[in-house]
């Protein structure tokens, strides 16, 4: 017998994760994994039976955990093909889901920062953009510092859209390097986020932040999402 209407209300939690698993069925460049916490065996193992027979086209696989977690709940992983139309293919499968899920008020959880986050498009788009994950592993490499800290407190409005050597990013973008004031109240913000290690500054309508003063230093390139 199959699952009905609401049949999995209150045993699954509102809040899923993104890319806290490694995947089984391709590379973690390849493939996205969305996890999701449900009280009980039998819960999980209809959840992910229900997500299998999707007709969403980027679901790779789904299956429940092989046990409890130590607090006796039981995740389902679904597996989605990682590409620039990942966010829709997940709130598509949110919306499927709510044929046994009576639940329109979702947060989430993405690696790296693992930061507890309302569902919004915005958000959504920020944890699946691999800039943010490359801006990461760069900061690291250059100052061997915990990057996690900085965008676990958010970036006030701005997302990363490149990073590189800075000439190349001005060259790129066609951004003019005299710096503009307006924003500085979420200039100095970002910088205070960053650290003394790395140089702020808004220029057009791009925030730049380098590891260094030279024209050859590395830097990653921010963006309003407003744009």
């Known amino acids: 017998m199959g699952l009905e209407k609401h049949d999995l209300d209150k045993l699954i939690a509102p809040i899923f994760g993104l890319d806290l698993y490694k995947p089984k069925t391709g590379t973690e460049e390849e493939v996205a994994v969305i996890s999701f916490t449900i009280d009980n065996e039998l819960g999980a193992k209809d959840l992910a039976s229900f997500i299998d027979k999707s007709v969403i ?32 293919t997940i709130m598509k499968l949110l919306n ?9 008020d979702w947060s989430f959880r993405s690696w790296p920062t693992k930061r507890l986050e309302k569902l919004t ?16 592993k760069f900061m690291t490499d250059v100052v ?9 407190q958010g970036l006030y409005g701005y997302t990363v859209i490149d990073i590189g050597g800075v000439r190349n990013l001005l060259e790129q973008y066609d951004i003019e390097q005299t710096p503009i004031s307006f924003e500085t109240d979420k200039i100095f913000k970002i910088q205070s986020l960053f ?33």
Do not use: C
Request: glycine fraction near 4%; hydrophobic fraction near 35%; proline fraction near 8%.
């Open 57 to 88: 086209k980027d679901i790779v696989d789904a299956e429940p955990s092989p046990g409890p977690d130590p607090e006796g709940q039981y995740a389902v992983f679904v597996e989605l093909v990682r590409n620039d139309k990942t966010p829709v």
């Open 96 to 104: 499927d889901i709510k044929h046994v899920v009576n639940l329109t």
């Open 121 to 136: 498009p915005e958000a959504l788009m920020d944890a699946t953009n691999p800039k943010v994950k490359e801006s990461i």
């Open 144 to 152: 061997n510092e915990d990057a996690l800290k900085v965008f676990d």
């Open 195 to 227: 650290g003394p290690n790395y140089d702020v500054q808004k220029l057009n309508d791009y925030v730049i932040v380098t590891s260094g003063k030279d024209s050859d230093a590395k830097a990653i390139l921010l963006k309003s999402w407003h744009f």
